[in-house]
């Protein structure tokens, strides 16, 4: 068994000391309530995961300035000491456990909106706007700056009283602080711009203050983009090496390492595609260049690379954030040398980040069905009737819901027809940059089994292997199969998904037609262009890839213009044949692709409707999950099986 000795010693930051090196950072989570206060929701959230073991939380970017300084709609404020009360609770929550919490201290700056905002005017250090932003924001004046650096103190001081054990100030991730900091964006010749010593002047005004309010010893975090990664009129990790000397010499007692603004938002909100612990080198870097201790973020997965890098002396402490959302309990099984029951993050964003968070919809993840309702789901309480549950498919819905049921004390027999557990998933994993989606498959047979789940690969659930197992519940979870479109010849095209399970293999010469712009249609042109495929994708809509979350379409795309992928939109396929393609533009203009492989992805439908209904017509009671019930995502379908075995 591994001990991690590295990850789990005590460590320091200033006077402060945390039980071991885990950190959860902050990350949006939307779950306060309307008006910024602490919900119960966010106490549950936080409490589950200092239950789980973790050294200490930074609470997510709670807002110093209302409405002006928003980034998501249910975020935290701390603009008023009517805000500790709740606070207090948190830290309350998370003291029982022995984990130490911090609150981060947060001002958007340009990163937002005017929806956000609530219609508040926008400020900044010049008048530049946000990437994807038509909205110019206001200069602010010396006076602004002044009243903005007591903003920030007064939000420490009241953190305080709310028996926080220290702050973090956000200069980070292209926000207000770091806005002043960046060339990029700090175009002033004044007081707080035009030089390097300049630019610095708002954070160091903060740190000031922060330190005349709370008292030398209070821990101060800073969070730093060591690297804006937008090339030199940004902030480099030169430069970041250059602030965090700075701020060590100010009286901070912690740089928390990060990367990247919203022009390079992959570098800070990585999808799938970047390798675990990418990221630690510049926390190496910028802990060659102070002698306080620093944290390293960025998709840190496994215990073993986290004892091993603080082994090494790259960091001091690792701060697992999406990690922690998929398995709260992450600290107490790597400390256990259970690392391998750990749920791992597979960095999907689909209820994390993007397309969740930020348009206001509550943190959820596609792992982890319970994030955000830990208080309802952190005691599985056994069911009073102890049942015979049949589970049909072994793809996500369906393994969950093996798993929830079996937790509830329910004996689960899982009827898989194919040879391996997975379903779509062992699809899914195959395009490049995809692997992390066996992380899935791979936590759920192995808790499945833990569980005490029957489960029977190779085995078609039939009538009458059922009659004879007599279930008093059945689980349809069949999944989906490909959509074939009523167009001439499309029978005799190939599927996308034969195309992924082949990995290419079974087309002729080099070339590829794909019908589809969707997810799969565009993570086939990736894997056919990897392979030395010229490959054009023909998708009836304005776009590609428009279901995708948005970071990882930003990811996927780069890909794909890299390998010259060519994209024709607006155009309706009217017939294929052996000559290839033809296709019809909105515009009215007739178009023609020669090819020997004309690829379908145009979508897929639900299979396994007819059997429920014949065994429901057979005297079984039977519910439809996953896709079967018209799902389509990993995050529907774990929600909905969890549910679903819940529900016995």
């Known amino acids: 068994m591994k001990h991690y000795e590295a990850l789990f010693s005590e460590g320091r930051i200033g006077k402060l000391r945390v039980k071991n090196r885990i950190v959860m950072p902050p990350m949006a989570s939307n779950l306060a309530n309307a008006d910024g206060s602490v919900s119960e929701r966010m106490i549950e959230y936080y409490k589950a995961r200092a239950m789980g073991g973790v050294g200490m939380i930074i609470i997510e970017n709670v807002q110093v300035d209302y409405p002006r300084g928003k980034d998501v709609s249910n975020q935290l404020r701390i603009d008023d000491l009517k805000y500790a009360a709740g606070l207090f609770d948190l830290t309350e929550a998370v003291h029982d456990y022995g984990a130490?919490?911090?609150?981060?201290?947060?001002?958007?700056?340009?990163?937002?909106?005017?929806?956000?905002?609530?219609?508040?005017?926008?400020?900044?250090?010049?008048?530049?706007?946000?990437?994807?932003?038509?909205?110019?924001?206001?200069?602010?004046?010396?006076?602004?700056?002044?009243q903005m650096v007591q903003k920030f103190v007064d939000g420490a001081r009241f953190?305080?009283?709310?028996?926080?054990?220290?702050?973090?100030?956000?200069?980070?991730?292209?926000?207000?602080?770091?806005?002043?900091?960046?060339?990029?964006?700090?175009?002033?010749?004044?007081?707080?711009?035009?030089?390097?010593?300049?630019?610095?002047?708002?954070?160091?005004?903060?740190?000031?203050?922060?330190?005349?309010?709370?008292?030398?010893?209070?821990?101060?975090?800073?969070?730093?983009?060591?690297?804006?990664?937008?090339?030199?009129?940004?902030?480099?990790?030169?430069?970041?090496?250059?602030?965090?000397?700075?701020?060590?010499?100010?009286?901070?007692?912690?740089?928390?390492?990060?990367?990247?603004?919203?022009?390079?938002?992959?570098?800070?909100?990585?999808?799938?595609?970047?390798?675990?612990?990418?990221?630690?080198?510049l926390a190496e870097e910028i802990k060659k260049a102070v002698s306080i201790p620093v944290i390293s973020v960025g998709v840190l997965r496994s215990p073993d690379m986290c004892d091993a890098a603080i082994a090494a002396g790259k960091t001091d402490f690792v701060a697992i954030g999406r990690g922690l959302i998929a398995d709260p309990e992450w600290s107490n099984k790597a400390k256990a040398g259970k690392a391998e029951e750990i749920r791992k993050c597979i960095s999907c964003n689909q209820g994390c980040i993007g397309g969740n968070v930020h348009p206001g919809r509550r943190l959820r993840c596609a792992v982890n069905p319970c994030v955000g309702y830990e208080g309802k789901f952190d005691h599985i309480e056994s069911a009073k009737v102890k049942k015979r549950v049949a589970v049909i498919g072994g793809g996500p819905a369906g393994l969950m819901a093996a798993i929830s049921a079996a937790q509830r004390g329910h004996a689960v027999t899982l009827f898989e027809k194919e040879d391996k557990l997975g379903g779509q998933l062992s699809l899914a994993s195959m395009p490049p940059d995809k692997d992390f989606i066996r992380f899935v498959t791979e936590w759920q047979a192995g808790e499945a089994k833990r569980c005490g789940v029957d489960i029977k690969l190779n085995t078609e659930a039939t009538t009458a292997v059922l009659k004879a197992l007599a279930p008093e519940k059945v689980?349809?979870?069949?999944?989906?199969?490909?959509?074939?479109?009523?167009?001439?010849?499309?029978?005799?095209?190939?599927?996308?998904?034969?195309?992924?399970?082949?990995?290419?293999?079974?087309?002729?010469?080099?070339?590829?037609?794909?019908?589809?712009?969707?997810?799969?249609?565009?993570?086939?042109?990736?894997?056919?262009?990897?392979?030395?495929?010229?490959?054009?994708?023909?998708?009836?809509?304005?776009?590609?890839?428009?279901?995708?979350?948005?970071?990882?379409?930003?990811?996927?795309?780069?890909?794909?213009?890299?390998?010259?992928?060519?994209?024709?939109?607006?155009?309706?396929?009217?017939?294929?044949?052996?000559?290839?393609?033809?296709y019809m533009l909105k515009s009215g203009k007739a178009g023609e692709i020669k090819t020997a492989n004309p690829i379908l992805s145009i979508g897929q439908r639900p299979f396994g409707k007819e059997l429920a209904d014949a065994l429901e017509a057979d005297g079984f009671d039977v519910s439809v999950i996953g896709d079967v019930g018209g799902g389509g995502r990993i995050i529907d379908a774990t929600r909905t099986g969890y549910l679903a075995g819940m529900a016995l």
């Not at 609150?103 to 008048?127: C, K």
């Not at 794909?514 to 990736?526: D, L, P, Q, Y």
């Not at 780069?558 to 033809?582: P, R, W, Y």
């Open 100 to 146: 130490k919490i911090i609150l981060q201290l947060q001002h958007s700056g340009r990163q937002t909106g005017l929806p956000v905002t609530e219609n508040t005017e926008i400020w900044a250090p010049s008048p530049i706007p946000d990437v994807g932003s038509d909205v110019q924001p206001k200069e602010m004046t010396i006076p602004e700056i002044r």
């Open 159 to 281: 953190a305080k009283i709310a028996k926080c054990d220290g702050v973090e100030v956000h200069g980070a991730h292209g926000y207000l602080i770091n806005e002043f900091m960046s060339p990029r964006t700090n175009k002033r010749m004044d007081l707080y711009g035009g030089s390097f010593e300049k630019r610095m002047r708002f954070p160091l005004e903060i740190i000031k203050g922060i330190k005349e309010v709370c008292g030398e010893d209070y821990p101060i975090s800073f969070r730093l983009s060591a690297d804006e990664f937008i090339g030199e009129n940004g902030n480099t990790l030169a430069d970041g090496k250059k602030i965090a000397k700075v701020l060590e010499d100010a009286g901070v007692h912690v740089i928390h390492v990060s990367s990247g603004i919203y022009e390079s938002i992959t570098t800070l909100l990585e999808p799938q595609g970047y390798q675990e612990g990418w990221r630690l080198y």
């Open 475 to 582: 689980i349809v979870a069949t999944g989906s199969l490909p959509v074939i479109p009523k167009i001439e010849g499309a029978s005799d095209a190939a599927q996308a998904w034969d195309v992924i399970r082949s990995s290419g293999c079974t087309l002729k010469g080099k070339e590829a037609v794909i019908i589809g712009g969707g997810i799969v249609g565009c993570e086939t042109a990736h894997m056919l262009a990897d392979a030395g495929f010229s490959v054009t994708i023909l998708e009836m809509l304005s776009d590609v890839a428009v279901d995708l979350e948005p970071t990882t379409r930003g990811f996927l795309m780069g890909k794909l213009c890299e390998q010259n992928v060519k994209f024709i939109t607006n155009a309706i396929v009217t017939k294929i044949d052996s000559d290839g393609v033809k």
